[in-house]
């Protein structure tokens, strides 16, 4: 199973940046999927999650700017980030609680990382 993140870059504070990430590979469902954020010297923390039917939830930080989604169909996550601030500067991972068969359990797995730079 792999996760591929696109759509980070450098913005000014204000501005808006969506990032996707689609799960490929030997996949029987996804239960959760989510995006975590890292910034320098800090542990990474979490951003916002989806449940498969569609359950939301976000860092108190993030409430009311951003928005995660998904598309079932496509296996892919997505998080629009609006009215950005500096502090939303970090390397965006995404998260995926996959089953690769019927009666396997569930198991973590994570993007690469996405930059996301918010500059002032």
């Known amino acids: 199973v792999q996760l591929q993140a696109s759509g980070g870059g ?9 990032l996707s990430c689609a799960a490929s590979g030997s996949i029987f469902s996804i239960n959760a999927m ?18 498969s039917g569609g359950s ?7 409430k009311g700017r951003f928005t995660v989604s998904r598309d079932n169909a496509k296996n892919t996550v997505y998080l629009q980030m609006n009215s950005l601030k500096p502090d939303d500067t970090g390397v965006y991972y995404c998260n995926a609680e996959v089953r690769v068969t019927m009666i396997s359990r569930a198991f973590a797995y994570w993007g690469q990382g996405t930059q996301v730079t918010v500059s002032s």
Do not use: M
Request: charged share 20%; net charge positive; glycine share 12%.
């Open 56 to 62: 939301t939830n976000y860092a108190d930080s993030v």
């Open 10 to 18: 450098l913005v000014q504070a204000g501005g808006s940046l969506r």
């Open 34 to 51: 989510g995006w975590y954020r890292q910034a320098p010297g800090k542990q990474r923390e979490l951003v916002a999650t989806i449940t």
